[in-house]
């Protein structure tokens, strides 16, 4: 799946581009060489991945071995999300349909339809 690069005008301070770089994620790739009259002395490659498990978990981002991926982040990570049609905010999509979001009270149709219990 490859990503579209998107210019992002609102001024935000520096928790927007924090967020902004876990939400879409971020790789590095470098290749360092030091030769002298041609000759490779010393080559190292770089390769780092900055993202939220969210973002890790949609894209197949792979872990190191021995990495423990039964943390309760992880878990979490790994429930599908939607935004919230009102205040944006990510809530788990079964949560958003069933009962509404917990943020700023946003109710759907289906949660509407189901009478209250009593």
Do not use: H
């Not at 309760?72 to 999509?93: G, H, M």
């Amino acid at each position: 799946m490859a990503l579209d690069a998107e210019r992002y005008t609102d001024g935000g301070g520096l928790a927007d581009v924090v967020d902004r770089i876990l939400d879409k994620g971020l790789v590095i790739n470098a290749d360092i060489m030091v030769s002298v009259s041609g000759v490779e002395l010393l080559g190292v490659r770089i390769r780092a991945a900055l993202a939220s498990f969210e973002t890790a978990a949609r894209y197949g981002l792979e872990f190191p071995s021995g990495t423990n991926l039964e943390t309760p982040a992880w878990q979490e990570a790994v429930v599908a999300k939607e935004n919230c049609p009102q205040c944006e905010k990510r809530v788990p999509t079964e949560d958003l349909l069933a009962s509404g979001c917990p943020w700023c009270g946003w109710i759907s149709a289906r949660a509407s339809a189901i009478p209250p219990a009593t």
